[in-house]
């Protein structure tokens, strides 16, 4: 969700030289974009030695400025020990002396998008950005990314298919719809004459998808642990229906031009709905909502898991009504 706020800079300063710090599983979403001149990729677990080499790296090209979109332990520190002249971070408790400008990370009027939260660091720079801010942007599949991605289209002669595609997985407890919610779902759909369900997750995912096809009385597909993320949007741009709950996924779903149904559970369509991207939200009303995701006041995780397979059904048939 950083990147309307990428695009934006470099319009605003196209002479600029924009470099973008990111860890090593995440580098397919920005490697390739025309707005970046250079990526540096960190590794996903570094020692302390180890960071002291890419806070030397970082200083060594001396930047006039450096944004910290992140606000994490490692960001703040490559931002303090950088050596730029200036230093933009939002406005957190105990590390704020870090920045030598700091934004609030909401407008104070209520909630406000993490997209629109980003983009206030850039203002912060002293620019004038386009309202409304541009959409996300991830770069094109590499030639053999597309291939790929071809040859399982082909052998599953998924050509004139409705693809609906299914993210299974949870970045924690409190983000999982839960197998059976998620199988019951699957089932309805895969059950509907032209349709074809493919599930998609992480490596950690692939289990969770071996049990939903090993119980489904329909014919399901799975792609779980077996993309890398430009792959994961090259899929979902082929086909007609994104599902799945405020994930990473939901936002690279919003990079395409597929419809999406998204499930909201302890986060709010406020602060992380899908950017600018053609959108059914679902969400039950609850005091305890939005959550610190820490510990669950009801212990059943009801926000998100009381929302059923057919009110999720539904709302797909409202995209695609010849499903019915």
């Excluded at 860890?23 to 030695?49: A, C, K, M, N, T």
């Excluded at 289990?207 to 014919?219: H, Q, Y």
């Excluded at 305890?288 to 397979?309: G, V």
Aim: with cysteine.
């Amino acid at each position: 969700m950083t990147t309307p706020s990428i695009t934006a800079l470099k319009e605003a300063l196209p002479q600029a030289s924009l470099s973008y710090v990111i860890e090593e599983p995440y580098r397919r979403l920005v490697e390739g974009s025309p707005y970046l001149d250079r990526v540096i990729i960190l590794p996903s677990r570094q020692g302390f030695s180890g960071l002291i080499r890419s806070a030397k790296q970082i200083r060594r090209e001396k930047y006039d400025a450096v944004i910290d979109f992140h606000g994490g332990p490692r960001a703040a520190f490559l931002t303090f020990f950088s050596g730029a002249s200036l230093k933009i971070g939002y406005k957190l408790k105990y590390k704020s002396f870090i920045y030598d400008l700091r934004i609030p990370r909401s407008s104070g009027n209520g909630y406000s998008h993490s997209v629109e939260n980003h983009a206030a660091l850039v203002r912060a720079l002293g620019l004038t950005l386009p309202e409304p801010l541009p959409p996300l942007f991830l770069p094109q599949p590499r030639q053999e990314e597309k291939e790929k991605i071809d040859k399982f289209w082909a052998e599953n002669r998924l050509g004139d298919a409705k693809v609906i595609i299914i993210h299974i997985g949870a970045g924690n407890e409190f983000r999982d719809w839960g197998a059976k919610n998620l199988a019951g779902l699957a089932g309805l759909l895969s059950r509907q004459a032209g349709v074809r369900v493919i599930l998609v997750g992480s490596a950690s995912d692939q289990g969770r998808a071996k049990e939903i096809l090993k119980n489904s009385r329909s014919p399901l597909l799975s792609l779980a642990g077996e993309l890398n993320l430009i792959e994961l949007r090259e899929v979902i741009s082929r086909a007609s229906l994104f599902v799945g709950t405020d994930s990473g996924p939901m936002h690279i779903a919003a990079a395409t031009p597929t419809p999406i149904v998204a499930l909201f559970g302890p986060t709010l369509p406020e602060n992380f709905a899908p950017w600018r991207a053609e959108a059914t939200l679902i969400e039950k009303e609850l005091e305890c909502r939005p959550c610190r995701q820490r510990h669950c006041l009801t212990e059943d995780f009801r926000c998100l898991r009381s929302i059923e397979p057919a009110e999720v059904y539904e709302a797909c048939l409202k995209i695609l009504p010849s499903l019915g």
